[in-house]
């Protein structure tokens, strides 16, 4: 495969851009009344393509490697852009996966019979045309076509110009599935050029043909979709993530889940950025909680509280309590119980997820109702904020945002409703 | 009660701005966690001082009323504007019907295990800080304050200028029932000034302290808000609603649904505006309906194809078809069958509300699933689009958006969930 990428003037961009906006709500229409097994055997056969496209596959993802390395990208980027076997076979079971999923197009979410005789209820639609903007992974390509097409909505898929390539191997494969299954190829698109003011013609709405944006990507993408977009956006913002140690903790637990929520994986939102310990706490948990953390490879930077207890951890800024570190590193501050803790989170948090570690139900309690994040946990690690964990299958993204939809995106996440009222010749009095 | 409207400096109105939107921010975190009955009992206490503050109430309005004429407003705004005692009756029993509905604030959604251990809830909680802007109404005053407090959310309430001192009176008994209630005063806030200057700070979001706006009025003010705002906005846009009339539809139905979608009360957002005729069905329907209208007293504008049969009608320009009369004036269009109507509708409507009428289940089943507006109707009156009518209780608008919430919003609408997880030191492998 070559690529199909070509020198595009503005005007032809702006062109471009806008006829992608009226394919894909074409093809939205299609989608919106297609038959489910239409739409399952589509993704089926995605996942057929890139099985046996798999050698090209990597051939462009070397391509794009290549291209990565000259511009200097950095290990952690290169990290994620890189596929190998594996990974592929990893990007084929998640498109099997949504393949399964209940289609819920059409489903009566509620119904009910008004005096009148009128019946109303309520039908689960698509949303329309969902335009996904992400940075360098390439399987958000297939992660976030396939969903978009299980849930009934065109997508238009802009990829990170990193990966660039390997995006566009992959959606050819996307492509295949569709045409296999007689579903219209503009069911899910990508945007054919690495030209950034194609994100720009994405964020204007296509003359009202995006109904949806959802950005998947670094702080600086997100603040400018905040910005430019003129359709909704689903936020996706960072994840500053508390753990908070009461002092009702089960010490085991407390270091397990405090590990775990840090270093399982240091780059994923849900990582945990910042631990808070009850100041009741300090002379049983602190230091064999420190201690854990720091054997497992991670820096600590403490409040003065924590550094009287535990020396070796470095100062924390105030900046710190407001940085996702995406790294081996974790902000450790002191608080006043539960009270404290909850003053904390509400100041600093970013809203995605927090976790209370105690055996105290009425304090549990106290922060699983007043914490005002997306997701609160008990005794568990922020680690599971993830639509796999949850049980929704794949997931588009995590929410931060307070409407539409919360926590991890999936099918239902991008669906929306309408109302069926019918009726015998009822006129309103 | 006398107008504590103030001069207010531009510095002054954006320091008092962000300060409102810090005791909404407030208010919102202690009424997330009220008492239900705390909560109903200062709706009902507002209810009671509505009607004791009933003579205080009708001065006001009268002040406002004096106002309006010296300005010159049309006889159609100073209706919506004025106020007597059968309206404030009206306004009561809306209040006291919001105090009744069920609270949902706490409610679990839906629940589940994971093979881990982990339970997974999905918990309704209120969405946070509401700004209402309405125009001239004063019952939105009392109808929007009372809707926010029962979902619990902090309101903050910006009326249009004309009716500025009745709302103004009318918050006060709002107030009035939070203090009973023990609830803060700042659950309800009122922008205390028609410097239009406020409704640029409220739409800039008052630094993160505004969660979603509500627009409630015209064109400008809708289109404003979607340009400017910075936080989530429910869409309230036109009602451009369409009846069609099948060729299959009964004549007498099609007569009384098109006589009362048009003319029971033209001035609503869910009035029809545009008569859809089925070619099929000229001989047998387009000259009784037609008929029926007209002696209504409905002016009505054809297309060639309807004016060849009905040649009274005056001739259609393309602007009608996208006009929102709000007015005994309807528009006429022969259309081929219901993928005729279909089309029509994608193009024009505005996505509130459309009516079917056909006897066939067939046609009307394909009508129901392709047109894509919030409100989808077989053999009933687009009147009936209307939250009291569902049975949501009072509404808050009708959204013509997509996301979040569709057609009439009430309690339901103004809530979101958060998901809470229950582990036993759960830590994801």
Not at 131 to 138: D, G, M, T, W
Not at 146 to 152: F, I
Not at 238 to 254: L, N, Q, S, T
Request: charged share 25%.
């Amino acid at each position: 495969m070559t690529s199909k990428e070509s020198i595009i003037h503005d005007t032809d961009l702006s062109r471009q851009m806008v006829k992608m906006g009226q394919a894909a709500r074409q093809a939205a229409r299609h989608l919106a009344q297609a038959n489910p097994a239409a739409k399952a055997d589509a993704i089926n056969a995605a996942a057929d393509a890139i099985a046996s496209r798999k050698t090209e596959i990597l051939a462009a993802n070397k391509r794009d490697l290549e291209g990565a390395s000259e511009k200097g990208l950095s290990t952690a980027m290169i990290d994620r852009l890189a596929l190998d076997d594996m990974r592929v076979e990893g990007v084929i079971n998640t498109v099997r996966d949504v393949a399964r999923l209940p289609d819920m197009i059409g489903d009566v979410i509620s119904q009910w019979v008004r005096p009148n005789g009128l019946t109303i209820e309520r039908v689960r639609i698509p949303i329309g045309v969902i335009a996904v903007i992400y940075e360098s992974r390439p399987n958000v390509t297939a992660d976030a076509g396939v969903l978009c097409l299980k849930s009934g909505n065109a997508a238009i898929l802009r990829g990170g110009s990193e990966s660039f390539h390997t995006s566009q191997a992959i959606h050819a494969c996307l492509v295949e599935g569709l045409s296999k299954a007689g579903l219209p190829e503009a069911a899910i698109q990508f945007v054919p050029t690495i030209n950034r003011d194609a994100v720009g013609h994405l964020l204007s709405g296509l003359n009202g043909n995006v109904d949806l944006i959802v950005p998947r990507g670094g702080k600086s993408l997100v603040a400018r979709v905040n910005i430019e977009a003129r359709a909704p956006v689903l936020s996706h913002l960072d994840g500053i993530c508390h753990v908070y140690i009461d002092r009702e903790a089960d010490r085991d637990k407390a270091i397990a889940i405090a590990v775990n929520s840090k270093m399982r994986r240091t780059g994923i939102c849900g990582a945990a950025e910042t631990l808070l310990i009850d100041r009741a706490a300090i002379d049983t948990h602190l230091k064999p909680v420190l201690d854990a953390l720091s054997a497992a490879g991670c820096a600590l930077r403490g409040d003065a509280s924590v550094r009287a207890y535990y020396p070796t951890a470095s100062p924390a800024a105030e900046s710190d309590w407001s940085t996702e570190y995406l790294d081996s590193v974790i902000s450790v501050k002191v608080v006043d119980g539960v009270e404290g803790a909850i003053r904390h989170i509400d100041q600093y948090s970013s809203g995605h997820t927090e976790s209370i570690i105690t055996e105290n139900a009425r304090t549990s309690e106290k922060f699983l109702a007043e914490v005002d994040s997306a997701i609160v946990m008990q005794n568990a690690s922020t680690q599971f904020a993830d639509g796999g964990e949850f049980g929704l299958g794949a997931e588009i993204g995590i929410a931060t945002g307070r409407l539409h939809a919360r926590g991890p995106v999936g099918v239902e996440g991008l669906t929306t409703y309408k109302y069926v009222v019918r009726g015998d010749g009822q006129t309103r009095p």
